[in-house]
Every structure is written in C-alpha cells, then in structure tokens.
C-alpha cells in the first residue's frame, strides 16, 4: 500500500518532502486528490469529508526526527486512518453461550442476504462443525423461498419447512422451537428486503427482531451502492440494532468505498467480504486489504 500510494501521488509528494513539517499549504494539493480518490472510490460524501478533516487534524504542524520524508509521515497517517477507520475491531462471529445462535440476515432485496445465507451456513458446518437450520421469513416470494431451499440443498444445510398460512414471526419463533428441539447450533434467518417500497415490511422486520432477540444481525450491503448507502444504513439501524455488516460482491470492478461508509455510519464491524456468486466465495474481513483497494 505504501508504494502504491507513493507511486499515486509522487510528484505532490516530491513537493513537501524535505520540509521537516507538514503545514497546510503543503498538503493541501495531497489532500485534495485523496478527497477525489475516495469518492471515485464511492466512499460517501459526508465520510469523506470527515475523513479528511481528521486527516487533517493529525497531521498539520507535525515535525519528524525519523528517517521519514514529511511526504512519506504524511501518508502513513492517512493509511493508518483508513486502517483505522475501517475498524481493527472483532469482527469474529458471536455464538450465543446458550445453543442455538441466532442470525437475523437484514437488507435490501439485490443486495446477497439469501447468497450469503448459503455462503455462511457452509462455513459453519464445513470449518465450524456447526449444525445449521436455514429459514426464510420472505414468504411473499415464492421465488425467494425456492432460493433459499435449493441452496440449502447444495450445502447440505438443514431447510426450516414452514406451513402455507404462518405468517413471518411465527416462522422464526417456530424455527426457533425446532432448532432447540433438534439441538442445532444455529439458525440463519433470511429476511423479505422490499422495505423501500413498503412500511408494513418495514414494521414487520422490527417485530422479528424484537420477538426473536437475535445473536448477531447482520445487514447485507451490496459494494456496488455508491451514496444511497447513507439512508440504507439510517434506515435498517432505526428498526434494529445492527451487530455486523457482510459486505457483498467485491468481485466487481468497484473500489469497495462502500467498506469505509457503512463503518462509519453504523460504527459497526465488516464482519464477511462476499467476493463471487459461488458459494465458497466468502471470507472473514480484513480492513488492510479493503484499505489498499480503496486509495490504490
Ligand atoms: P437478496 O435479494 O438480498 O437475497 O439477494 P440474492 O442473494 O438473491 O443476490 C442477488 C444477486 O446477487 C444474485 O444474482 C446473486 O448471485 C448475486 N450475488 C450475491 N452475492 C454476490 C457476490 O458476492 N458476488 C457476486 N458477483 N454476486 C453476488
């Protein structure tokens, strides 16, 4: 990363090496193209901004007595803020200490909630030794529930059957009671994701929630979003109490700004990178490597 951004921004950086302190005029050309590289990097506007400003406040009237250039101390702060940023936090799973875990998978529809449902209950039984049940709360899909039940399928998970006329809360409460009963370790919870068009929903979601007082919920954002991330995150923490974010589809061509966003709006942990359509494409955060993508 450091050579990367060494290389991107050499020839301003040429300009306050040798200076023995960072001022404002020194910077300010350096700081201005990592503003337009975050946002090309889809970061939103107000994370950027605040980004910077922190940036900012760290640095200016710096002086060095390492072998450092003020150039090159100057670039150490901003990957150490973006590291930072992105959170060194535990982003390791929470099992509940009593059996089963409980995941509740919320999100807009698009974004992976189903894919990742199969992604994560294949690594916990794979890598964990886990005994996963999976279960749709989205009965208003057909389309939805014949996702979930065939990728349960191809993993070899567990699929919670539920009768015609259940209504989504008693979905998960009497998924909940079989998984008790069958001593499974957890339960995945998929969620409907047409809460933009629909307050219902919206309201429905957030009496799942509470009824069923989930281990970990986690909210599926697609790294695609660019700045409507803003009111996806204001939206779902308002009906519930996020404890994690998977963040999906890194495989695209996008930067993954989304990453640095979505941490700062809801400060909560990235806790997996879903990075392809395949079902063992997933992997556990790491906030380095996102950092690199993001400024390289
Ligand atoms: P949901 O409506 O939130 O449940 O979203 P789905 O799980 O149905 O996913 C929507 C689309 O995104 C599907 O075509 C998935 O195959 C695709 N998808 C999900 N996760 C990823 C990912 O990490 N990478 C890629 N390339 N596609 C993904």
Redesign the pocket.
């Known amino acids: 990363m450091f050579n990367l951004l060494k290389k991107r921004f050499s020839e301003i950086l040429e300009k306050i090496s040798n200076k023995g302190i960072i001022t404002e005029k020194n910077i300010k050309v350096t700081l201005r193209e990592i503003r337009k590289s975050l946002l090309e990097a889809d970061v939103a506007l107000s994370v950027v901004k605040k980004f910077i400003h922190n940036v900012k406040k760290k640095s200016l009237g710096k002086k060095f007595n390492t072998s450092l250039t003020p150039g090159q101390e100057f670039i150490k702060i901003i990957k150490h803020e973006l590291i930072q940023k992105l959170g060194n936090d535990d982003n390791t799973l929470k099992f509940s200490k009593k059996p089963p875990s409980i995941y509740l998978i919320v999100?807009?529809?698009?974004?992976?909630?189903?894919?990742?449902i199969g992604k994560i209950g294949q690594l916990l039984h794979k890598q964990y030794k886990k005994k996963v049940l999976n279960v749709t709360t989205d009965t208003y899909r057909f389309a939805?529930v014949k996702?979930l039940e065939l990728l349960s399928l191809q993993t070899q998970i567990d699929f919670f059957l539920f009768k015609e006329n259940n209504d989504p809360k008693e979905i998960a409460i009497n998924s909940i009671k079989y998984a008790i009963k069958k001593s499974y370790d957890v339960v995945l919870i998929?969620t409907s994701?047409r809460l933009h068009t629909d307050q219902k929903m919206m309201l429905e979601l957030q009496d799942i929630y509470k009824t069923i007082n989930p281990t970990e919920t986690l909210l599926?954002v697609d790294s695609m979003l660019g700045q409507d991330v803003t009111n996806i995150a204001e939206r779902f923490s308002t009906l519930v109490n996020i404890t994690g974010i998977i963040l999906?589809?890194?495989?695209?061509d996008t930067k993954g700004g989304v990453a640095l966003s979505i941490k700062e709006l809801t400060q909560k942990p990235i806790k997996f990178v879903?990075?392809?359509?395949k079902l063992d494409?997933i992997e556990i955060f790491n906030s380095q490597k996102i950092a690199n993508r993001i400024l390289g």
């Open positions: 999100g807009l529809q698009g974004m992976g909630k189903t894919t990742s939805a996702q998929d994701g599926v999906t589809k890194m495989d695209s879903g990075n392809g359509e494409a």
